[in-house]
């Protein structure tokens, strides 16, 4: 059974930092390339970032570039996203996700497997 386990969520003000983490389970973890969404309410989800198998490519999306960064560790089975500098519009619900595929996408329903999500508020 494969699960994805998010944590490290929560109330943050703006301008401060959280690092989510995501623990991987039932798949082969390195064999995976792993992504962050996030979802605000009433939005579509939205692609965050991405990192390879290997952790040497990582991809954001513009309006995260330059804040936050995916990171991994592969004998803990582990992805982080740390994220700095934080806006009120990053309040939004955030996923992980494995693609088993080596072609970087931002698409959503290419990802094989999703963790349920930790909420990340942040007050302004």
């Known amino acids: 059974q494969v699960q994805l386990v998010e944590s490290g969520g929560g109330l943050v003000q703006t301008g401060g930092s959280v690092r989510l983490s995501c623990v991987a389970s039932g798949i082969t973890f390195g064999r995976y390339a792993m992504g962050w969404f996030r979802q605000a309410p009433g939005k579509v989800r939205e692609f965050v970032a991405r990192i390879d198998w290997s952790g040497e490519i990582r991809y954001y999306a513009d309006s995260v570039k330059g804040r936050f960064a995916i990171s991994r560790d592969n004998a803990k089975n582990t992805t982080y996203l740390q994220m700095n500098s934080l806006k009120p519009e990053d309040t939004a619900v955030y996923y992980c996700?494995?693609?088993?595929?080596?072609?970087?996408?931002?698409?959503?329903?290419?990802?094989?497997?999703w963790g349920q999500g930790t909420q990340v508020t942040v007050s302004s």
């Open positions: 996700a494995a693609d088993s595929r080596m072609i970087t996408t931002t698409i959503p329903s290419r990802y094989d497997y």
